[in-house]
Structure formats: structure tokens, C-alpha cells
Nanobody, 115 residues
């Protein structure tokens, strides 16, 4: 069973930083296309950052230069380092994994950025 557990969310002031963590069940590899998405109230879920199957990373336009996705395959962990946070970054952040063509999601972690 594929399980993803996010942590690290919270309340932070604008300009601050947070580091989100995603613990994955089973092994993850350097080519596992794991990703972070977010969903704000009344909005569609959107891509924040993702690893590609080639091992590189891609970012949503609104977070480029501020957020960084990383992983530790030895610990089966994926991280999202978020810097220079803005109120518009407020959302529930989800970790996503693709296994044999099926998408799996964690329960999400709330990030709230106050102005």
C-alpha cells in the first residue's frame, strides 16, 4: 500500500521560511517523479514543484526562485524548502507519488502565511 505523510506546515509571517517533509512508504529512487502540489480555498490544486522521471526538477511559475524540492532516497523522504513566503502561498500542501501509472496523495499539511 502506497502511503505518503506530510509534515512541517504551520503559521508563518510573510517573508519567512518553512520546510515541508513527505515520508513515503517503500523505497523511492532518484528517478521517482514525486511532487508537491497545493490547494488554496476555492481554487484548483496546482503544481508547486516536481521531480521529472529524468531526475531534474520543475517549478510552478509563482514559486520559482523561492521554493526548492529535494529528496533523500536513503530515508524515503521528499522535502520542500519554502523561502520568502507570501500570503498567496497559503494553502494545503500535498505530496504526490506515481506508482504504476496511479497517482497517490498524502493527507496534506496546512501552510498559512500572515501579512
Amino acid at each position: 500500500q502506497v502511503q505518503l505523510v506530510e509534515s512541517g506546515g504551520g503559521l508563518v509571517q510573510a517573508g519567512g521560511s518553512l520546510r515541508l517533509s513527505c515520508a513515503a512508504s517503500g523505497s523511492i529512487s532518484s528517478i521517482d517523479p514525486m511532487a508537491w502540489y497545493r490547494q488554496a480555498p476555492g481554487k484548483q490544486r496546482e503544481l508547486v514543484a516536481s521531480f521529472t522521471s529524468g531526475g531534474s526538477s520543475v517549478y510552478g511559475d509563482s514559486v520559482k526562485g523561492r521554493f526548492t524540492i529535494s529528496r533523500d532516497t536513503a530515508k524515503n523522504m521528499v522535502y520542500l524548502e519554502m523561502n520568502t513566503l507570501k500570503p498567496e502561498d497559503t494553502a494545503v500542501y500535498y505530496c504526490r507519488r506515481i506508482v504504476r501509472g496511479l497517482w497517490y496523495w498524502g493527507q496534506g499539511t496546512q501552510v498559512t502565511v500572515s501579512s
